[in-house]
């Protein structure tokens, strides 16, 4: 059974710092492409980050509204990306969503809560 659990959404004030979990578990991590989605109320899920695997060199890449700010990783032994988000704005207040992508195989976590508010 495939299941992805996502850790570390809360409560953070604007400017403040989060850092998101998703480890993974009956997949093979390693051949998965790795992005965290989000999606706020009223919205429709947009991609976040990205992060291809070890033979495309762990290639990274970003929405435009996030650059420069979060920043994606993986720990292939630890079945694991993290996602770094730093300098957030209450934009950024969303349902935040792991997700793993191989061929025709794709699997979504359950989501955690990351709410940006004074």
């Known amino acids: 059974q495939v299941q992805l659990v996502e850790s570390g959404g809360g409560l953070v004030q604007p400017g403040g710092s989060l850092g998101l979990s998703c480890v993974a578990s009956?997949?093979?991590?390693?051949?998965?492409?790795m992005s965290w989605y989000r999606q706020a109320p009223g919205k429709e899920r947009e991609l976040v980050a990205r992060?291809?695997?070890?033979?495309?060199?762990?290639?990274?890449n970003y929405a435009d509204s996030v650059k420069g700010r979060f920043t994606i990783s993986r720990d292939d032994a630890r079945s694991t990306v993290y996602l770094q988000m730093n300098s957030l704005e209450p934009e950024d207040t969303a349902v935040y969503y792991c997700?793993?992508?191989?061929?025709?195989?794709?699997?979504w976590g359950q989501g955690t809560q990351v709410t940006v508010s004074s």
């Open positions: 997700n793993a992508r191989f061929v025709a195989r794709n699997y």
């Open positions: 992060i291809t695997t070890i033979t495309t060199s762990n290639s990274a």
């Open positions: 009956g997949i093979t991590f390693s051949r998965y492409t």
